[in-house]
């Protein structure tokens, strides 16, 4: 079992950025690909970024490419999305997920955090 606790979402203009968060506990973090997905206002939640459990490979999806960045440090058992050129398509609901395999990650399996608001005004 792991526990996901996302934060540091929150209220900023166009072109701003923010650092979001994902807290683990549980069972070894290291031990779990993680990645992040965002669920818009009245629609589907869509995936945005995946880790392997190294570190060492990373997954974009074609809409954040260049402006977001994931990364982790497992000796602190977090993981972080920053986000950078936030622009107002970017509002979302943003969730953090863990599982073993880097691909069930990005299929959207595993375990998942609560969730935290990112709002990007014009």
């Known amino acids: 079992q792991v526990q996901l606790v996302e934060s540091g979402g929150g209220l900023v203009q166009a072109g701003g950025s923010l650092r979001l968060s994902c807290v683990a506990s549980g069972r070894a973090f290291r031990n779990y690909a993680m990645g992040w997905f965002r669920q818009p206002p009245g629609k589907e939640r869509e995936f945005v970024a995946a880790i392997t459990w190294s570190g060492e490979f990373t997954d974009y999806s074609d809409s954040v490419k260049g402006r977001f960045t994931i990364s982790r440090d497992n000796a602190k058992n977090t993981g972080y999305l920053q986000m950078n050129s936030l622009q107002p398509e970017d509002t979302a609901v943003y969730y953090c997920?863990?599982?073993?395999?880097?691909?069930?990650?990005?299929?959207?399996?595993?375990?998942w955090g609560q969730g935290t608001q990112v709002t990007v005004s014009s």
């Open positions: 997920n863990a599982d073993y395999s880097h691909r069930a990650v990005v299929a959207g399996s595993g375990y």
